[in-house]
């Protein structure tokens, strides 16, 4: 049996189709937003506050492996209901909060491993999700592409180790947008530019010193098509450590709309 906590995206609905489809014994713990997998007789919703609930209901089930998937946007700690175990663990929660997204989901890694409840890799069930290097689109990256590319990559080996950001506009050398809590969606909105048409990269790489169990940076046709509408023409992501949706109607999006998607 293993634990499934799932958030928002499409990612856990690939994942789930794929357990489903060779008939694994799972169970769901839904922290989406709008309680997506309801429907699922395996899935429970749980407050991310009740703690005791969640680890008993894993070790109920015997379920000695988790897997984190999607994303979980973080709590207003004033408004959970917390269990014993959740007052017992939250100041160290809300203390890991203060240096960004990552730190919270080592914390609670952690406290999973305390429970003896194993974190494995969210594309442990879907390795055909993330794409290796390469490029895989008939554009290429010209030279002056790729002095952005690498601009985005410099900012983005500069941050805190424990920065939420994941993704990075560069165009012309000049930094455009770095991703805030607001996600990619709100990154690329601010990059748009009317004047400007197949100009620029959105890299997408993962937080320095990352768990690469979790929160890998994702991609999916709608990010293609929110990268069109910002004028930018391409996206590069780190080998192995992304998670790569609709690959297909993707490279068929970029190739039409003379895109290139490069991975380093």
Do not use: H, W
């Not at 189709?17 to 997506?36: A, C």
């Not at 990352?210 to 080998?239: E, H, M, N, W, Y």
């Amino acid at each position: 049996m293993i634990g499934l906590i799932f958030g928002d995206t499409d990612f856990p609905r690939e994942i789930l189709k794929k357990i489903k489809r060779k008939k694994f014994k799972y169970l769901i713990v839904d922290l989406s937003k709008n309680n997506f997998f309801k429907k699922d007789k395996n899935s429970y919703r749980i407050s991310i506050g009740q703690f005791g609930k969640i680890i008993n209901l894993l070790k109920e089930n015997k379920c000695k492996k988790v897997l984190f998937a999607g994303k979980v946007n973080k709590p207003k700690f004033s408004k959970l209901r917390l269990d014993f175990k959740g007052f017992y663990y939250m100041p160290r929660i809300i203390k890991s909060s203060k240096l960004g997204d990552a730190a919270i989901l080592n914390e609670i890694i952690n406290i999973l491993k305390k429970e003896k409840i194993k974190t494995i890799n969210s594309l442990f069930y879907n390795p055909e999700l993330s794409l290796k290097k390469g490029n895989y689109t008939k554009v290429k990256p010209n030279k002056f592409d790729k002095a952005d590319i690498n601009k985005a990559i410099l900012i983005l080996s500069k941050l805190n180790k424990y920065n939420y950001s994941q993704g990075a506009v560069v165009r012309n050398k000049k930094l455009i947008a770095i991703e805030g809590n607001g996600g990619t969606q709100k990154l690329l909105k601010k990059s748009k530019n009317k004047k400007i048409k197949k100009n620029g990269v959105l890299v997408k790489f993962p937080k320095k010193k990352q768990d690469l169990r979790i929160d890998l940076p994702t991609v999916g046709l709608k990010t293609f098509k929110q990268c069109k509408s910002a004028g930018l023409k391409g996206i590069v992501l780190k080998s192995n450590q992304n998670v790569f949706l609709e690959r297909r109607k993707c490279i068929n999006f970029a190739n039409k709309n003379k895109m290139y998607i490069l991975i380093r």
